[in-house]
């Protein structure tokens, strides 16, 4: 069965341990520009939302990016058919809809 990242955004502290580690495993350098995951803030209040780039290949299997989040908003799941990744503007969209869904 074919595995992928689901990230939980609702448990996203947005402190961009992901980002380390990914440009570390990616580049031998702690350099968050070259990371293949992003954490980017939407709206005010800013919420952090990660986002896979389209060159993440889940560092083939074993994902650097999962073990260092602590919150557990970045998960490596089982399923059938990899997800379609969200882009920058959709993401958006679904973070305003979740702050929208407990604001009230």
């Given at each position: 069965?074919a595995k ?8 996203c502290t947005g402190?961009k341990l992901?980002?380390l580690a ?5 580049t031998?350098?702690?350099n968050?520009?070259?990371s293949l995951?992003?954490v980017?803030?939407v709206d005010i209040?800013?919420i ?6 389209e060159?993440?290949d889940?560092?083939f ?13 970045i998960v ?5 058919a990899r ?5 920058v503007?959709?993401a958006?969209a ?5 702050l929208?869904?407990?604001s009230?």
């Open positions: 069965m992928h990242i689901e990230v939980l955004m609702e448990k402190c992901c980002e990914c440009s570390a495993v990616k031998g350098d702690f968050p520009r070259n995951i992003k980017v803030l209040p800013e952090p939302v990660p986002i896979l780039t060159d993440c889940y560092c299997g074993n994902p650097a990016c999962v073990p260092v989040c602590l919150p557990e908003a490596w799941k089982d399923m059938d997800p379609p990744r969200p882009k503007s959709e958006k679904i973070a305003r809809e979740w929208a869904s407990v009230r």
